[in-house]
């Protein structure tokens, strides 16, 4: 099992910038894949962008393309989601979560999540 929690979120400006960590517990957390998600509300859970087990590979939602970043550091077990250009629109809860059955596009894909930091981005 792995446990995550996020951290960094907070209030920014329109064309300002976060980063999100997602720290995880475990000694094998090189063997899951990971991924954020985010829930405005009223709205689904919605993926973001999603790591590899190795880093080697990255996916990302069309809407965030150009603008943030995933990485991972799996010697400090942590993943990190760098976001630039933030809008109103990516006003949400961002949620990462873990997978051991490689990167993955959709939440049922994912096994262990956080509970989230939330992120408002004023205009």
């Known amino acids: 099992q792995v446990q995550l929690e996020e951290s960094g979120g907070g209030l920014v400006q329109t064309g300002g910038s976060l980063r999100l960590s997602c720290a995880a517990s475990?000694?094998?957390?090189?063997?899951?894949?990971v991924g954020w998600f985010r829930q405005a509300p009223g709205k689904e859970r919605e993926f973001v962008a999603g790591?590899?087990?190795?880093?080697?590979?990255?996916r990302y939602a069309d809407s965030v393309k150009g603008r943030f970043t995933i990485s991972r550091a799996n010697a400090r077990n942590t993943v990190y989601l760098q976001m630039n250009s933030l809008k109103p629109e990516d006003t949400a809860v961002y949620y990462c979560?873990?997978?051991?059955?490689?990167?993955?596009?959709?939440?049922?894909?994912?096994?262990?999540w956080g509970q989230g930091t939330q992120v408002t981005v004023s205009s």
């Open positions: 475990g000694r094998t957390f090189s063997s899951y894949a």
């Open positions: 979560a873990a997978t051991q059955r490689g990167l993955g596009l959709v939440r049922s894909e994912y096994d262990y």
């Open positions: 790591i590899s087990r190795n880093g080697g590979s990255t």
